[in-house]
């Protein structure tokens, strides 16, 4: 059995289609629906977004991911015995994408599954993922966060239509004599179902309910500063380690100003966080990995160095996992 669990690879994939505000300001103004670069820029960070052409799903974007993430953790598709997909823009009500990534990687036999935490799921997937690995029901698996919010938003909501965008990210985990993940916490709180959802469903060859995005973006905003703080403190507490050991802050990539005051309350100097939300927006479960792996290709994150990835979503869902890269 191995202590431990280490990220050897990582991976991300934006599909082709890029819009920036000024060309999704100039889409929605078509149907009437005012907003501008400035105010998008100013209240989000957010400069341009990728959207997946019709037909194209999130285990497609997952792939891509994964093969990056092989490629650079040196290993191939045969290797791997565990996939878990965060996502909340399945392929299919089932079976899982994780199924579909999984064939589509020419893989079969190994256990494959989703994981359903909106934007913490990915941070969610990795704990799963941990806990597996460390007590030896696999030993390489993939972990994958891909969506296609671009499906779910309300072209007629401007209050939300601008946030999101489609992606993937990916890292191989595997076994390891030394650290690794050092610590995770993940937490629920059903009572804020509301604040942030898709409140729609299948039902009789139907879809029943809303089934496009509703958010109260402000009381998200409010708990999402609060908890960012405290599950970043409760990661740091078990591996008895302080904010001032951290080298990079890795937040779920939905708003600068929530990065930026959790940076603030954490100690963190600005410099130390890893922004991508500008590049891709909000691609809730693919945030994470995405930001992880834009930092590690161009060098910013370094082998041996102390990351925090932290996520917060709709369930309401948030927590963190601090690891040594
Ligand atoms: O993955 C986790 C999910 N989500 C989040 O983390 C989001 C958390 N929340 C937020 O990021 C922010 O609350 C938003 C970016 C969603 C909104 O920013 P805000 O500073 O809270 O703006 P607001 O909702 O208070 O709206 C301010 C004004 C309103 O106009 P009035 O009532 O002051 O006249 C809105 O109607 O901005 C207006 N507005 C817009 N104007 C232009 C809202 N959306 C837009 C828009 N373009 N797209």
Redesign the pocket.
């Known amino acids: 059995m191995s202590l431990y669990s280490r990220i050897t690879g990582t991976g991300s994939y934006l599909p082709p289609r890029r819009l920036s505000n000024a060309d999704l300001a100039a889409q929605l103004a078509r149907d009437g629906v ?3 670069d400035e ?2 820029i100013e ?2 960070g957010i400069r341009a977004r990728h959207f997946a052409d019709p037909g194209v799903g999130a285990s497609d974007l997952a792939v891509q991911a994964a093969r990056g993430a092989l490629v650079a953790s040196g290993r191939s598709a045969a290797d791997i015995d565990l996939i878990i997909v965060a996502t909340s823009t399945p392929d299919m009500v089932f079976p899982s994408t994780a199924s579909m990534v999984q064939h589509k990687l020419g893989i079969a036999g190994c256990p494959a599954f989703d994981v359903q935490a ?2 913490t799921g990915f941070v969610y997937a990795l704990t799963v993922a941990d806990a597996m690995v460390r007590t030896g029901s696999a030993r390489c698996a993939l972990v994958i966060g891909a969506e296609v919010f671009s499906r779910i938003l309300d072209f007629k909501d ?2 939300t239509c ?2 999101f965008g489609d992606g993937a990210g990916a890292v191989v985990l595997e076994s390891a004599e030394q650290p690794g993940v050092l610590a995770t916490d993940i937490h629920a709180d059903g009572k804020h179902r509301d604040i ?1 959802c898709v409140p729609g469903h299948v039902a009789g060859g139907a879809v029943t309910g809303h089934p496009l995005l509703r ?1 109260d ?2 009381a ?2 409010k708990l ?1 500063v609060g908890v960012l703080e405290q599950t970043a403190r409760t990661t740091l507490a078990r591996a008895g380690l302080s904010e001032g050991d951290v080298d990079w802050l890795i937040p ?1 990539q ?2 600068i ?2 990065m930026q005051s959790t940076a603030r309350k954490l100690k963190l100097p600005e410099g130390k966080v890893v922004v991508t939300v500008d590049s891709h927006g ?1 691609t ?1 479960a693919a945030s994470i990995p995405l930001a992880l792996d834009v930092a590690v290709r161009d060098g910013r994150v370094q082998r041996g160095q102390l990351l925090m990835l932290e996520g ?2 709709g369930g309401f869902t948030w927590g963190s996992v601090l690891l040594r890269y």
């Open positions: 005012e907003t501008s105010w998008i209240r989000t909106v934007c401007r209050t601008v946030l942030l958010m973006g402000q998200v905003f999402a779920h939905a708003n100003r929530i909000n809730s917060v979503g």
